[in-house]
Structures are given as structure tokens and as C-alpha cells.
């Protein structure tokens, strides 16, 4: 049993860096598109929610190989423009990449499309889907960029186990945690917006979901050896480490 979980207004690259290496089980990423800013429910009072500046996604992507445990996965949602980059800067930071899955995000969406790219540390397998149908929330009740509880679900379910860590950067209203407490799954989560914080504690508290501090979410975790999934600077992809991800054979299709 758990769903307990830890949310905090933070940066995310700076947050990343205060966790323990090799720590997480899956990384749900969603950093928006570079240099934009929206507001929750196009509403000129609501609060402003910018996006990570594109030159700190390399660090933002070195941190989460470094607490990524080996032989796990990252899930980074991204919109069609982005993929290439992604992949690319992904490999580079030695990453592994699977197959890309298109995620049809609803016929109300300026670009319908989009992509689930799985990260990896260590060789990759096809996540086992192909097609996400999984529209957004209504813009003018949602949280900006909010992902749909359907889509949250079956990553996790995906990749994770019950009692497994989901670390996410980017929570915004906490529809990633949401699905991790309905899992039973420990999460930890931030944001730079105050308001979505706030909105994903009680959310996840509704839901079930127990609020401890940090170190109780971690826990106790063995690190492998040597880290030997340690992610490296180089201009090459790197290649440390051994383990295989396997969990992805049944991976569900989502409706």
C-alpha cells in the first residue's frame, strides 16, 4: 500500500539536483514548449505559467538521467515541433530512444497531434502502443498544458509497479500525481506556479493520497555499484550500463 507523495514550489532543474541519484523508477516530463507562456483558462487574470527556456533543457536533461534508475524510463510529452530536438538532445545526454507514440490530443487542439517519447537508461524495447487517443481538458477549466487523467494513467501503469517512485518536474494541477496516488505509486512532484501547487495537494489529497515530507517519499533505495548509469558530457551518446527495460510488453492502448 502508499500514495503518500510530496509536491513543492521549485525550479525544476534546481530541484532535480536535490534528489538522489538513480532514485526514480519514472520521470513524467512535460516542460511545455520553450519560451512560452500561457494563462489557466486564457482568462487575462489568471495567473501566468511559462514554459523552461530552451537553453536549460540540456541541464534539465542531465538531471534526469542522473536520477533516473537504470533500466527505467522517462516519458517526455512533446508537441510535434519538438520531437526531432528532443530525440537528439535525449541521445546525446546517452539516453536510449524507443519508438515515439503519437498521442491525438483531440479535435479542439490548434496542432492535434503530438508525441510520448520513451527515454531510456539502457536499451530500449517499443513501448507496446503505437496511437494515444487521449483528448486535453477543456482549455477554459484546465490548468495550462494540463495532461488528461487517461493518458497519466496508462503511462504510469505502463512503467511502473505499485509502491515504485514517479518523479514529476512539471506538475502543474497534478494530473500525473493524481494518477500515481490512484496507482498506489509514491510521487513527488514541483512547480514554479504557486497556484498549481496548490491545486495538485488538494487534489491529491481528495483523491486518497497521503502528503509526507521529501525523504519519506524516497525512502530507503539500494544505488547500484559505481552508478554505473551515470549519464556522462559528451558530445557522443553514451552507453553506460547494461540493464534492459522489460515492462513495456503489455504497455495498454488508451481510449
Not at 555499484?225 to 534492459?244: I, K, L
Request: hydrophobic share 45%; net charge neutral; glycine share 10%.
Amino acid at each position: 500500500m502508499d500514495g503518500s507523495f510530496h509536491i513543492e514550489v521549485s525550479d525544476a532543474v534546481s530541484w532535480l539536483e536535490g534528489l538522489p541519484a538513480a532514485s526514480a523508477d519514472l520521470v513524467v516530463l512535460d516542460p511545455g514548449v520553450p519560451g512560452r507562456v500561457a494563462r489557466a483558462g486564457g482568462k487575462k487574470s489568471a495567473p501566468k505559467v511559462a514554459s523552461l527556456p530552451a537553453e536549460r533543457l540540456p541541464a534539465l536533461l542531465y538531471e534526469v538521467a542522473r536520477v533516473l534508475a537504470p533500466g527505467r524510463v522517462c516519458w517526455w510529452v512533446c508537441e510535434t515541433s519538438q520531437a526531432f530536438f528532443a530525440a537528439r538532445a535525449a541521445e546525446r545526454l546517452g539516453f536510449t530512444l524507443g519508438a515515439p507514440m503519437v498521442w491525438d490530443r483531440g479535435d479542439q487542439q490548434s496542432v492535434r497531434l503530438g508525441f510520448v517519447l520513451p527515454l531510456t537508461r539502457g536499451k530500449a524495447r517499443s513501448p507496446g502502443a503505437e496511437l494515444i487517443v487521449a483528448p486535453r481538458p477543456p482549455a477554459e477549466t484546465a490548468w495550462p498544458g494540463e495532461l488528461p487523467e487517461s493518458l497519466c494513467l496508462g503511462l504510469i501503469e505502463a512503467a511502473t509497479s505499485p509502491g515504485e517512485l514517479v518523479i514529476d518536474p512539471f506538475c502543474g494541477s497534478g494530473s500525473v500525481g493524481l494518477a500515481a496516488v490512484l496507482g498506489m505509486r509514491r510521487y513527488l512532484g514541483c512547480d514554479l506556479a504557486a497556484d498549481g501547487v496548490s491545486a495538485a495537494k488538494a487534489r491529491l489529497t481528495r483523491a486518497g493520497g497521503h502528503a509526507v515530507d521529501a525523504l519519506a517519499v524516497l525512502g530507503p533505495r539500494e544505488v547500484e555499484a559505481a552508478d554505473e548509469g551515470a549519464p556522462v558530457r559528451t558530445d557522443r551518446p553514451g552507453r553506460q550500463g547494461a540493464c534492459q527495460l522489460t515492462i513495456f510488453a503489455d504497455a495498454p492502448r488508451l481510449t
